[in-house]
């Protein structure tokens, strides 16, 4: 069975940092766009950065420069490292695999930035 999985998340101060995880199984993400999203409560979900296959990274504006996206294809996991958080971060964080025909989204994880 295909399984996505995101850990790493829970409750730090505004300023401090979170290292989420996306653990792939049943397929292997080699060549997959990896990507993570977040959504806030009454907020729609929204993509927060990027990695393809070849390992280019795209962010969206809120997270630029604090967030970086990281893979290691040997290991089908995608990381989400997360700097300088804001109470604006405040969310759950998905992971979501992607190519033609083939599309898989994690549970997601709780992420709470209190200022």
């Known amino acids: 069975q295909v399984h996505l999985v995101e850990s790493g998340g829970g409750s730090v101060q505004a300023g401090g940092s979170l290292r989420l995880s996306c653990a792939a199984s049943g397929f292997t993400i080699t060549t997959y766009a990896m990507s993570w999203h977040r959504q806030a409560p009454g907020k729609q979900r929204e993509l927060v950065g990027t990695?393809?296959?070849?390992?280019?990274?795209n962010y969206g504006d809120s997270v630029k420069g604090r967030f970086t996206i990281s893979r290691d294809n040997a290991k089908n996991t995608v990381w989400l490292q997360m700097n300088s958080l804001k109470p604006d971060d405040t969310a759950v964080y998905y992971c979501?695999?992607?190519?033609?025909?083939?599309?898989?989204w994690g549970p997601g994880t709780q992420v709470t930035v209190s200022s």
């Open positions: 979501h695999a992607v190519k033609r025909y083939s599309d898989y």
């Open positions: 990695i393809t296959a070849y390992g280019n990274t």
